[in-house]
């Protein structure tokens, strides 16, 4: 089965929709989304989701169909998106507690909207970066930041790995935002091994450097 026909489907969606492979036959009792470009996937993402299992059930490696904006001036992407997904499947093929999902809204707080729907009654979290993390407070990605969060926050916890450096300005932007600080836990993740980024693999691939280790 290709995930094409689901991408153009699930773009076609205006709801939060949110398709799963493998499709769970029972309803977890905990699931964790660990949203990315996945371009390429690397160990960090690889050791989120090893984290992220001891809180939950299900992990989902959680693509969007609708993908953010880039930055300004980024280079073009190495792999194309069903390329990243056929290795998403290869990566949890055999893995228990791993599934592959593809969701039709970028947004956080819309991919909660979707896996709420999508699991009734399962406890929710996000699991992310500290890059990312701090992109969630960040007003210029919501018409509305605070409604948004609210109600991401009454559906899901986050659960966050720190990338080296991160640490005081994850402190200073948990400090502004305490209204939703007791719903957001730190990962039991090497700041070093959480440094890994899809970027920095692009950028090594690129010169001609071998990046064997920094994928899973």
Known sequence: MTW??????LRRSDRPSLVLRPD???TPAS???????FDPITVAHAAMAAAALDRAELVVLLYSARTLPKEPG??????????????LDRVVAGRRGLAVGVCSHGLL?????????????????VVLGSDKL????????????????????ARARVLYAVRSGDEDAVA???????????????????????????RDVRERRRRGEDVSGLVP
């Open 4 to 9: 094409k026909p689901v991408l153009e489907e």
């Open 24 to 26: 769970p036959e029972a």
């Open 31 to 37: 699931v964790a989304l660990l949203a990315g470009s």
């Open 74 to 87: 980024a280079p073009p992407s190495m792999l194309e998106e069903v390329d990243r997904l056929a290795l």
């Open 109 to 125: 707080a819309e991919q909660v909207e979707a896996a709420t729907e999508r699991f009734p009654g399962a406890e929710l979290r």
């Open 134 to 153: 701090m992109q969630l407070f960040d007003r210029g990605w919501y018409r509305d930041r605070d409604a948004a969060l609210d109600s991401m926050f």
């Open 172 to 198: 200073a932007v948990l400090s502004a935002n305490g209204r939703w600080r007791g719903f957001v836990e730190r990962l039991d993740v090497p700041p070093e091994i959480a440094s890994i980024s899809s």
